[in-house]
């Protein structure tokens, strides 16, 4: 069973930096792409940045530039957060994708307020 625990939420201020990371039960690059998504009160999940097995990354139009997916190992997947804004708010989820099938994180709390 794969698991996928998310790390680095919090409550900062806007204009802020945050660092998310993930930890898989097993080596990233046993899947296609990893990812992060978000979901804000009375909205649907979105996309916020992936990383495929090749490197290759691909971002929200709301992040590019603000936001920056790694690897720092066989194992973690990051998030760096800067300049956040209060519509960054959300709960934030790890993915992993193997062809059509995704496993999920169970999500960390980051809130952007003054």
Not at 93 to 101: D, G, P
């Given at each position: ?89 959300a709960v934030y ?9 995704h496993y999920w ?10």
């Open positions: 069973q794969v698991q996928l625990v998310e790390s680095g939420g919090g409550l900062v201020q806007p204009g802020g930096s945050l660092r998310l990371s993930c930890a898989a039960s097993e080596s990233i690059f046993s899947f296609n792409a990893m990812g992060w998504y978000r979901q804000a009160p009375g909205k649907e999940r979105e996309l916020v940045a992936t990383i495929n097995v090749g490197g290759v990354t691909n971002y929200a139009d709301s992040v590019k530039g603000r936001f920056t997916i790694s690897r720092d190992s066989t194992n973690t997947v990051n998030l760096q957060m800067n300049s956040l804004k209060p519509e960054d708010t989820y790890c993915n992993a994708r193997l062809l059509r099938v994180g169970q999500g960390t709390q980051v809130t952007v307020s003054s």
